[in-house]
């Protein structure tokens, strides 16, 4: 099972960016698909996760900049995030690998490589 990320890269504050993840090996249409991150210096936080059924949870701070989005025909997860801010630079992970959607990073089983965002003020 592999979960490939991509779409990171360095935009100014209040540009928007796309990653998007695809899982290879293994059918995800009845696992949550959640999006973590790390900034440099900091612990792995929750970002933002889309349960089978297409609902959505998001982390408070990018409540109503990021959106999370599933396409299971293509087995990927995607991550739109607008008006991105200094504070959201980090590596941003995917994950997989439960049924029902969790906050906590220990709990899903799959993991991609990470898709590094930089955002300058």
């Known amino acids: ?5 991509s779409g990171g890269g360095l935009v100014q504050a209040g540009d928007s960016l796309g990653p998007s993840c695809i899982g290879s090996g293994r059918i995800f249409n009845n696992d949550a698909m959640a999006w973590f991150r790390q900034a440099p210096g900091k612990e792995r936080e929750f970002v ?8 959505t ?9 990021f959106t999370i989005a599933r396409d299971s025909a293509k087995n990927t997860v995607s991550l739109k995030m607008n008006s991105l801010k200094p504070e959201d630079t980090a590596v941003y992970y995917c994950a997989t690998g439960r049924t029902f959607v969790a906050t906590l990073d ?3 089983d799959y993991w991609g490589q ?8």
């Open 48 to 55: 933002a996760a889309i349960s089978w059924t297409a609902d």
């Open 57 to 65: 949870y998001y982390e408070d701070s990018v409540k109503g900049r």
């Open 1 to 5: 099972v592999q979960l490939q990320a």
């Open 114 to 121: 990470g898709t590094l965002v930089t955002v300058s003020s």
């Open 106 to 108: 220990f709990e899903y």
